[in-house]
């Protein structure tokens, strides 16, 4: 019954993330795999998490198997279900914590906090796709990234989650606290308490201001999303075709700008390889992209690879200025390990000799700030966006608008182009920031700071998008705190996880009581005399 509960908890959180979107459906996962580890041992606890991790990750990430194949995607996903693992052994710890259900819905939480840090963060820089906050894109807790971005997200998310549990545990343990400390209160009227209180940690966002005015005025941005000719793995096989989809793109908007059915747009971007022919050793290249954005008359953030002195790759912005050319650049900081560079690529060819169809890609050093048009533009690059420390490092250095590159070409028709724009949303709200974020194929988007979409593409069309931004420069609550709550939340639930254990090994020493392991009481059933 245990593991069935597992399952079905992770496939809940599954269904939170888009596309299903059934965000509700986070908190009621979280509640079974509490309800499931509840006064279970570390190794029980620990089995029942990897079984509702495997529930999870494997629907989730199943876009890393539509071209790669089930290897990549088996691999990726039961790696990252080990962490969930680590979840349901922290939960089944601190499921014997005195106190009553609320100190242990808490600790719960806490624990679950955790996990995610150390997830967004090991190995190879980590790798938090399945972060409970990026499935809240639509949910009142949304809100809640501007106090603490996505950890104080994850942890109401888990919080209501926890309550709902304990109080289906006190329902099932008849009316006591289901540890047996707290033998006080009925069940029912002491189980709609615990569910009310979790029904508030959803809303709680509902009180959460989050200021979307223009304090410097707003910027035209308009988005190209030029497609490609075939998604998949050799989506840039016809390398000059994707430039010149953009090409075309940018020269549509011109048209309508000349029949006075769009505005004369302040920036202009393009997508992560939109020309992945590098313009510095290809003067066609450079001669089009050249032309291209003089003839709109707009600086234009180009995303292309450039090959630097020493032979290697960098996935590259370029900030093209009309009349002038390159002026300025960003270099993606974090490539992702064993796509775009493989990590120790010796020891993994021993494995697989496939390891060598991954790239070498250099990363860059710099904050990705670019001033264009008179405005400092925080710039990432695809995955970077799931990265907490990369975004917070742009709002650092004075971005007033975030802008995410990226190419979904290598996914298809999947989910992961959704999944990713949930993150750009989150990000918008965590730093009161409006986000351009623009695909090669779609999904693109433009997104005001509150998380709400002002304009929309679709996914594997040719489409540009264009929106009247607002320029800020106040730091949100999760801004200036950036990493301080999610490693207060981490560390409780770290002690809370250690207080759990040592209370239990106490309990089993020799000469102390044993604990009870108590079952939920089952009706019983009287023979008629």
């Known amino acids: 019954m245990a593991l069935a509960l597992a399952a079905v908890g992770g496939l809940a959180c599954w269904a939170a993330f888009p596309s299903l979107g059934l965000w509700w459906a986070a908190p009621l996962g979280a509640a079974a795999l509490v309800v499931a580890t509840a006064g279970r041992g570390l190794a029980a606890g620990l089995a029942l998490g990897l079984v509702f991790g495997v529930a999870f990750e494997v629907p989730l990430l199943s876009w890393a198997g539509v071209y790669l194949g089930w290897l990549p995607w088996t691999a990726l996903s039961l790696f990252e279900a080990l962490f969930l693992a680590l979840a349901g052994g922290g939960l089944a710890l601190v499921s014997r914590l005195p106190g009553g259900p609320a100190v242990r819905a808490f600790a719960a939480a806490s624990v679950w906090v955790g996990v995610e840090a150390l997830q967004a963060r090991q190995p190879f820089g980590g790798f938090g796709w399945s972060r409970l906050a990026f499935s809240q894109s639509e949910a009142p807790t949304l809100a809640l990234a501007s106090l603490g971005g996505g950890p104080a997200v994850t942890f109401a998310v888990v919080l209501a989650g926890a309550l709902l ?49 223009a304090q410097h005025g707003t910027v035209s941005v308009a988005a190209v999303q030029g497609n490609v000719a075939e998604p998949g793995l050799d989506f840039n096989a016809e390398r000059r075709a994707v430039l010149d989809n953009h090409v075309a793109g940018t020269q549509a908007l011109v048209e309508q700008v000349a029949r006075g059915r769009a505005s004369q747009p302040d920036i202009v971007v393009w997508p992560e390889n939109a020309s992945d ?130 190419n979904n070409a290598t996914f298809g028709d999947t989910d992961e182009s959704v999944q990713q724009l949930a993150m750009a949303r989150l990000r918008a709200v965590e730093h009161g920031r409006a986000v351009a974020h623009v695909s090669t194929v779609g999904v693109s988007a433009l997104i005001a700071p509150d998380g709400s979409l002002l304009e929309r593409s679709e996914l594997l069309t040719p489409a540009v998008l264009q929106a009247d931004l607002p320029v800020r420069s106040e730091l949100t609550l999760a801004s200036r705190l950036r990493a301080a709550p999610e490693a207060a939340l981490a560390t409780l639930g770290a002690l809370a996880a250690l207080a759990g254990a040592l209370l239990r090994r106490r309990r089993l020493r020799p000469g102390t009581q044993a604990p009870v392991e108590r079952a939920p009481r089952q009706p019983v059933v009287r023979e008629p005399t």
């Not at 313009?279 to 292309?304: C, E, W």
């Not at 490539?335 to 060598?356: H, K, M, N, Q």
């Not at 860059?364 to 990432?380: F, K, N, R, S, W």
Request: hydrophobic fraction near 45%.
């Open 165 to 213: 549990g304990q109080a289906v545990l006190r329902l099932l343990d008849g009316g006591a606290d289901n540890r047996g400390d707290d033998p006080r209160g009925g069940g029912v009227p002491a189980a709609v308490v615990m569910a009310a209180a979790a029904v508030a940690a959803v809303l709680a966002g509902l009180a959460v201001p989050v200021p979307v005015d």
């Open 277 to 406: 022919i590098d313009p510095f050793r290809n003067p066609d290249a450079y001669d089009l992209i050249d032309a291209s954005v003089q003839s709109v008359g707009a600086p234009t953030l180009v995303g292309t690879l450039v090959r630097g002195e020493d032979g290697r790759i960098r996935n590259t912005t370029l900030q093209w200025e009309p009349g002038v050319g390159p002026v300025d650049s960003y270099v993606k900081r974090h490539p992702v390990p064993f796509a775009e560079y493989v990590p120790y690529r010796d020891f993994f060819r021993r494995i697989t000799p496939l390891i060598d169809l991954a790239g070498d890609m250099a990363p860059g050093d710099e904050v990705g700030l670019l001033q264009v048009a008179g405005v400092p533009v925080g710039d990432l690059i695809c995955f970077e966006v799931v990265d907490d420390g990369l975004v917070a490092d742009t709002v650092d250095a004075g971005a007033r608008l975030l802008v995410v590159q990226t």
